[in-house]
C-alpha cells in the first residue's frame, strides 16, 4: 500500500505570520460591452512560505483570476495583495514585470518551450532579464535541469524529449531565477497518469527543501498531492482545508505501471 502522511495543521498556523502571500478583499470586475462581470468577490487568503497549496474549482469559479493576479499578470480591481512583503496591487506594468521575473516561477499545461532551443538554452531564458553574466546563468541553468533529473539532456531539444521531460525542463525554467513561490498552472493537464505522478514527486521534493508552492488544477486527485485545498465557487473561496492522509508521489510511483517513452 503507498505510504500517505498527514498534514499538521499546527505546523500549518505556527507560519501564519511568514506569509509569502497575503490577499486582502480582492474583487476583480471585467467589463465585457455593457455587462460587468464580477469574477472575484472580497477574496482575502494568507499561504505562508513553505506551504504547497492546490487551488480548485469549476470553469467560472475565479480559480484562472486568482491564480493571474497572484502571478502578477493582472491586478486586483479593489484590495491588496501583498508578496513577499510588498503590496504589489498599485504596481506599474513595468515594476510588476521585474516581480514576476525575480519572485515568481510560472509552471503551464503546455510547456511553453522555443522548439528550436536546447534545454539548457530554454531554461537559460529568465536569466537573460536578470543581472547575471553568461557563466552564471550557465550554470543555474544546469542545476536546475540536475535539480529536476534532467542533467544527462542538457542538449537535447524539445522534439527530442517526452512529454514529462518537457515538463521537467519547464519546471527548471522556473526555478533558475530562485523563485520565492512556484505558480504552477495545470501542470499535469497533457501528461499520462505517470508521468502526472512523476511531476508531483519533483513538486513534493521541492516542497520538502522550502519552496512555496501554489497549483491550479481540476484533477482532485493531483490535488490530494499539496498539503492544502482551495476551492473556488463563484468568485469566493468555499472551503479552504487541509489534505488528510497525503499521498506521497515517490511511493505511489511503486504502485504504477511503468509506460515506455
Not at 505556527?14 to 472580497?42: M, T
Not at 511553453?112 to 534545454?119: D, G, K
Not at 499521498?247 to 515506455?260: D, G, N, R
Amino acid at each position: 500500500m503507498a505510504t500517505t502522511v498527514q498534514t499538521d495543521a499546527a505546523d500549518l498556523k505556527a507560519n501564519s505570520s511568514d506569509a509569502v502571500i497575503r490577499v486582502e478583499e480582492v474583487h476583480k470586475y471585467y467589463d465585457l460591452g455593457e455587462q460587468k462581470v464580477h469574477a472575484l468577490r472580497g477574496v482575502s487568503v494568507s499561504i505562508s512560505r513553505g506551504e504547497f497549496v492546490a487551488i480548485m474549482g469549476a470553469s467560472g469559479s475565479g480559480k484562472s483570476t486568482f491564480m493571474n493576479i497572484l502571478g502578477c499578470l493582472d491586478k486586483p480591481t479593489q484590495g491588496h495583495y501583498i508578496l513577499d512583503g510588498t503590496d504589489v496591487s498599485e504596481l506599474t506594468k513595468r515594476d510588476l514585470a521585474a516581480i514576476r521575473n525575480r519572485r515568481i516561477g510560472f509552471v503551464f499545461q503546455g510547456f511553453n518551450l522555443l522548439s528550436r532551443t536546447t534545454a539548457l538554452e530554454n531554461v537559460e531564458l529568465p536569466t537573460m532579464y536578470s543581472r547575471v553574466n553568461r557563466q552564471e546563468r550557465e550554470r543555474r541553468a544546469k542545476d536546475s535541469l540536475e535539480l529536476v533529473g534532467l542533467g544527462n539532456r542538457l542538449d537535447h531539444f524539445p522534439s527530442q524529449l517526452s512529454g514529462g521531460q518537457q515538463q521537467r525542463v519547464a519546471i527548471a525554467r522556473a526555478l533558475v531565477n530562485q523563485p520565492s513561490i512556484l505558480l504552477a498552472d495545470e501542470p499535469t493537464g497533457n501528461l499520462d497518469s505517470r508521468t502526472s505522478v512523476e511531476i508531483m514527486q519533483i513538486f513534493q521534493e521541492l516542497n520538502d527543501k522550502g519552496l512555496t508552492i501554489v497549483l491550479v488544477t481540476h484533477e482532485h486527485d493531483i490535488a490530494q498531492y499539496a498539503k492544502r485545498n482551495i476551492i473556488f465557487r463563484d468568485g469566493k473561496i468555499r472551503r479552504d482545508e487541509l489534505v488528510q492522509n497525503r499521498p506521497v508521489a515517490s511511493e505511489m510511483l511503486k504502485t504504477l505501471p511503468t509506460l515506455e517513452d
